[in-house]
T-cell receptor, first 111, second 112 residues
Framework: DQQVKQNSPSLSVQEGRISILNCDYT??????FLWYKKYPAEGPTFLIS?????DKNEDGRFTVFLNKSAKHLSLHIVPSQPGDSAVYFC??????????FGPGTRLSVLP | DTEVTQTPKHLVMGMTNKKSLKCEQH?????MYWYKQKAKKPPELMFVYSYEKLSINESVPSRFSPECPNSSLLNLHLHALQPEDSALYLC???????????FGPGTRLTVT
């Protein structure tokens, strides 16, 4: 049973436009959510996170929105740049040691 | 400094070999993790160490043996691996009280 889902395996966006990556979760015990970016043959790089007590967190071009009632979060990248092309993983954790990754979305930003 | 280092970067080993992967961080993080990642899949948790004690073992076969000699160092000892164990092995660490995990670059392991 997938506790963290990213239903779009891939997404293509034009440079300069907005990229929106979506993530859904099923476990109500998750209270902290993270986005990681990963290039091939490298480790995931932490991008941005959000606690369940917030509904929005912003860091430069990256904004994460959380809708707790829908168990849904999204990552917005504005404006998208070719260097943003990578696989993006959504991850969720509870207050224990549980830390679960979604399957990832491959973002391609076209020049 | 949010750096986690892993050595070696690449490793090719036969099924009868014994080898070790090494992970190091000097951020004072007291939780360290081993993950395995296959192509086009998310990282899968293998082991968690908290304050140098093994706190989670996600039903990993005994041919993988973790070790945490001190708070900065994490090893993964490999013995009698199978070709299906070929993967990217990732190490991560987390600050006490923090929720973000910081990952190393990984070791690409190929078992022949």
């Amino acid at each position: 049973d997938q506790q963290v889902k990213q239903n779009s395996p891939s997404l293509s966006v034009q440079e300069g436009r907005i990229s929106i990556l979506n993530c859904d979760y099923t476990n109500s015990m998750f209270d902290y959510f993270l986005w990681y970016k990963k290039y091939p043959a490298e480790g995931p790089t932490f991008l941005i996170s959000i606690s369940s007590i917030k509904d929005k967190n912003e860091d430069g071009r990256f904004t994460v929105f959380l809708n707790k009632s829908a168990k849904h979060l999204s990552l917005h990248i504005v404006p998208s740049q070719p260097g943003d092309s990578a696989v993006y993983f959504c991850a969720a954790s509870d207050y224990g040691q549980n830390f679960v990754f979604g399957p990832g979305t491959r973002l391609s930003v076209l020049p | 400094d949010t750096e986690v280092t892993q050595t070696p970067k690449h490793l090719v080993m036969g099924m009868t070999n014994k080898k070790s992967l090494k992970c190091e961080q000097h951020m004072g993080h007291r939780a360290m993790y081993w993950y395995k990642q296959k192509a086009k899949k998310p990282p899968e948790l293998m082991f968690v160490y908290s304050y140098e004690k093994l706190s989670i073992n996600e039903s990993v076969p005994s041919r993988f043996s973790p070790e945490c000699p001190n708070s900065s160092l994490l090893n993964l000892h490999l013995h009698a691996l199978q070709p299906e164990d070929s993967a990217l092995y990732l190490c991560a660490s987390r600050q006490t009280g923090g929720r973000e995990q910081y990952f190393g670059p990984g070791t690409r392991l190929t078992v022949t």
